[in-house]
Structure formats: C-alpha cells, structure tokens
C-alpha cells in the first residue's frame, strides 16, 4: 500500500517538476483561463502549452471544462496552491540571505496596491507576480513570462504615461 502512495506521489511531481507547468500553476492560481490566453501569457507555441496542460490534467494537477470552442482550465485543488506556496517558503529558507530569499518574502505593505499586468491586464500584486522589471523609473508586475516578453519588445506602448 506505501509504495503504491509513494509511486503515486512521485508521478504528481513529475507532473509539476517543469518550470513552465510550475507558471501555468501560478497563472491558475486565483482563477480559471482559456488555452488562448495561457498561450498569449507564456508566450509558447500551442503545441508546448497543451502538452504541459495534458501532463498537469492526466495527474489532476487541473481540470479543464469547454465552452463552445475553447478549453477552460483551472487547478483541480486549492491545496496545489498551498503545496507551491510551501515549496517556496522552503526555498526562502535554504536560500536565507541571498536576493532570491529577498525577492520571495515580501512584507504585507509590499501586496498593496494591487498592480495590472500592463500587457494582458490581469490583476496581479508583487507577491503574485511572476515576472517584474523596471522601465523610466517606474516598476512593472507581469502574470507571465510571456507578457514580459512581449512588453520588453516596446516598452513604450504599454508604459504608464
């Protein structure tokens, strides 16, 4: 029964164990996205993103639903969430003092005003987001890092005035 449970965990981290399935999660997180808009906010070609969606969907990693012609998909359990939000802590723990260890434990103060990701607008904090740089002075929070991608191309045009 244990090697059945451990074999079991072992083929959900596998699932997990990618970086950009660990982005889809996060992406997911708070919400519910076409395949479209997964593949404007990673910036993959749709091929990649389906096969990372097909891997996190066969071990219950998301769920998907269709709506017309478009697949819906979400996290299949909010303690997905909580597990990533572990990992993390972990890591800010093994990497105590270091930039990285600095960049993951934000104070509360630093979670308000939430911020829009200037590219696919989705409303995301400096805790949330995936991706940050700054342009003029001014910082800017991405969902991906796809809209990154894409604003670094021209900053300009999606630059607060």
């Avoid at 996205?33 to 993103?49: E, F, K, R």
């Avoid at 969606?53 to 769920?63: A, F, G, S, W, Y």
């Avoid at 359990?77 to 003092?97: C, H, M, T, W, Y």
């Amino acid at each position: 029964m244990y090697s059945e449970i451990f074999e079991l965990q072992a083929n959900l981290l596998k699932a997990i164990a990618h970086p950009r399935r660990l982005e889809i999660i996060h992406l997911l997180r708070d919400q519910e996205l076409p395949v479209g808009d997964i593949h404007t906010m990673l910036d993959l070609p749709q091929a990649n993103i389906s096969q990372h969606l097909m891997i996190l969907r066969d071990e219950n990693v998301v769920t998907c639903r269709r709506d017309g012609k478009q697949m819906f998909y979400k996290i299949s359990n909010p303690d997905i969430i909580k597990a990533s939000d572990l990992f993390r802590s972990v890591l800010i723990e093994q990497n105590k003092g270091s930039n990285i260890a600095g960049e993951l434990t934000l104070k509360m103060q630093d979670l308000l005003p939430l911020a829009q990701d200037p590219v696919c607008h989705m409303r995301i904090s400096p805790k949330t987001a995936g991706f940050q740089t700054q342009h003029s002075g001014q910082e800017y929070y991405f969902c991906a890092s796809g809209c990154l991608k894409t604003f670094q191309k021209d900053p300009d045009a999606y630059s607060q005035k």
